[in-house]
């Protein structure tokens, strides 16, 4: 016998989780006192909900395992429910820990401070962003609730929600045994292996197209090796991007339909076998396409089901799948694939403006010169300049697309990584969660983030040039990197951003701030392309 507390701990240790991101409030000061004494999960606090939230999400996504954020009830549960949205959207397994009020105290009948309408509104709110759910309300069935929600956390990817009625932290409670990995058919997933892999050896161009479930289940050193066994070259989706960064894969680039690379697209596009392996079929993905892709023709795998024309095999696992294909190719030898050779580099160091692409240029000087690192971006002209810089591990909220996620996704990156993340942000972004660099002191973080400062959100008024909105007054970023603990650079020219970025790389210890001042209107080569081409298919319907 433990505590219920302390059962859930070590279940959340269990299923791979490493950290906990919180804030605590009353009604979860008991539980939060249980994480700090006993250190199974380290605790990390930021300033507003929605970053712990990020940065559980984002430890999700990098290391391929359990985030896990707890909040109080109401105020602090309702403050995170955005943050869950987008990790619902883009399947990240995050553990949402709510503190609630006592069982007790529920029976009383007042109404409990942060309650919304009824006791269990939070829940029923939950339930919608969440793949299960589970209120810990008896001792006696919590740790076979506990085993189920974590369980489907991890073979969703998806979020779960848990919630500790404050009055039940320290009852005794069983522990918790782990529950064994959802029964798999193996003979649909090999009849499905099978097929696939008869539809690629007919193929004369197949491409396969690499998406956000393979690091949330692990499997991209499978699906690289996969792909060089069998030839095929592989691009990532926009969502995926950061995927198969190891030198060994074949991998083409990131597929944007008309916003990126025409040779790239063609390639996609005119495929006789298009493998989708864990790719969210989303907009952002696939909206951008210059001819529709006719996903009947394509082999779908994804959401732990095989779709191939009118077929459709049903729980099959994307990474017993990837096991399968490799064991039935094994007897066979690589086939070369030309990968595409790196992002061009060389920032022109003079006293030009700045714009986008000198940015990515810069940082690939950078990288080249100190080592590459994993990169954190919001959404905004920061994500599509980012298609310009080199292959490196990446988070970014490429479909949901929530503001405010670039900052503290990197705080969330380095905190359960240890290593040093590149964040992209733009203005406007900052401005929402930026504040949360003052928590890098106390943590011992250092990274180094670049502020897109154009005084606008620039992405929005590309769609709508005649607007006045979008204007925003411009901020003096470095100035506040330095209250907030960090060291600020505001840059106007190439010449002071590249000694800037330089500066940054080499100074360790507090986080760097290069503020990159760019003249509204000015924006990446990909977000031009993206508003074009978008603006085109809005107005001549999709060539089939
Ligand atoms: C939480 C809508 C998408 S892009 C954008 C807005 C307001 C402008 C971003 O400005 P920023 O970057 O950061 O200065 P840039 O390069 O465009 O100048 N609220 C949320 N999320 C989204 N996506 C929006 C509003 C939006
Ligand atoms: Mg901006």
């Not at 995170?80 to 009948?109: D, F, M």
Request: charged share 20%; with cysteine.
């Amino acid at each position: 016998m433990t505590t219920l507390a302390v059962a859930l701990l070590r279940a959340l240790e269990d299923h791979g989780a490493r950290e906990i991101f919180g804030i605590p409030g009353d009604f979860a000061l008991p539980f939060f006192k249980v994480v700090e004494e006993t250190g199974i999960l380290d605790l990390h606090t930021l300033s507003h909900e929605p970053a712990v939230g990020f940065a559980a999400d984002a430890a999700a996504r990098f290391g391929g395992r359990l985030g896990v954020v707890a909040v109080t009830y109401g105020a602090g549960a309702f403050n995170v429910l955005n943050a869950v949205t987008g990790a619902y959207a883009e399947k990240s397994p995050v553990v949402v820990i709510s503190g609630a009020p006592g069982r007790e105290e529920g029976r009383r009948g007042l109404l409990l401070h942060h309650q919304a309408k009824t006791l269990d509104s939070q829940l029923r709110i939950f339930r919608e962003v969440t793949c299960d759910q589970a209120v810990l309300d008896d001792p006696a069935t919590a740790p076979a609730e506990i085993a189920r929600v974590l369980r489907s956390c991890v073979e969703h990817s998806r979020p779960v929600y848990i919630e500790v009625p404050r009055d039940l932290v320290a009852a005794p409670c069983a522990e918790v045994a782990r529950l064994p990995p959802s029964p798999v058919d193996a003979e649909a997933v090999a009849a499905c292996a099978d097929e696939i892999l008869a539809r690629l050896d007919r193929a004369e161009r197949p491409v396969a197209i690499a998406g956000v479930e393979l690091r949330r289940h692990r499997i991209e050193h499978a699906v690289s090796a996969l792909a060089r066994r069998l030839g095929v070259p592989v691009v990532t989706s926009f969502m995926g991007r950061g995927l198969l960064t190891d030198p060994g894969a074949p991998l083409l680039g990131t597929y944007m339909g008309v916003a990126g690379d025409p040779e790239l697209t063609r390639r996609v596009e005119d495929s006789d076998a298009l493998l989708l392996l864990g790719v969210i079929l989303s907009d952002t993905n696939f909206g951008v396409s210059t001819r529709r892709i006719d996903m009947r023709h394509a082999i779908v795998a994804a959401e732990g089901e095989v779709r191939l024309g009118h077929h459709v095999y049903p729980n099959v696992p994307l990474a017993d799948l990837v096991d399968v294909l490799r064991a039935r190719v094994a007897d066979r030898p690589d086939i070369d694939v030309p990968a595409r050779g790196p992002a061009p580099a060389g920032l022109v160091g003079d006293d030009a403006a700045i714009t986008p692409l000198d940015i990515a240029l810069g940082v690939n000087d950078m990288f080249d010169r100190h080592g590459s690192m994993p990169i954190a971006c919001d959404i905004g002209d920061c994500l599509f300049t980012a298609m310009d810089i080199r292959h490196t591990p990446m988070v970014a909220p490429g479909y949901y697309a929530t503001m405010g996620f670039g900052v503290p996704a990197g705080l969330g990156i380095q905190a359960s990584s240890g290593q040093r993340p590149l964040i992209l942000v733009g203005d406007g972004a900052f401005q929402m969660t930026g504040w949360e660099l003052g928590n890098c002191g106390r943590a011992g973080w250092d990274p180094i983030v670049v502020v897109f400062n154009n005084a606008s959100w620039e992405m929005l008024r590309t769609f709508q040039p005649e607007t006045g909105y979008n204007d925003l007054d411009e901020w003096n970023f470095a100035a506040i990197a330095e209250v907030l603990g960090g060291v600020g650079r505001r840059v106007r020219n190439r010449r002071e951003l590249a000694a800037a970025l330089d500066a940054a790389a080499r100074t360790r210890g507090r986080f760097q701030l290069v503020e990159a001042m760019l003249e509204r209107g000015s924006i990446s080569p990909t977000l031009e392309r993206f508003v074009t081409g978008i603006k085109r298919l809005n107005q001549a319907p999709a060539e089939v």
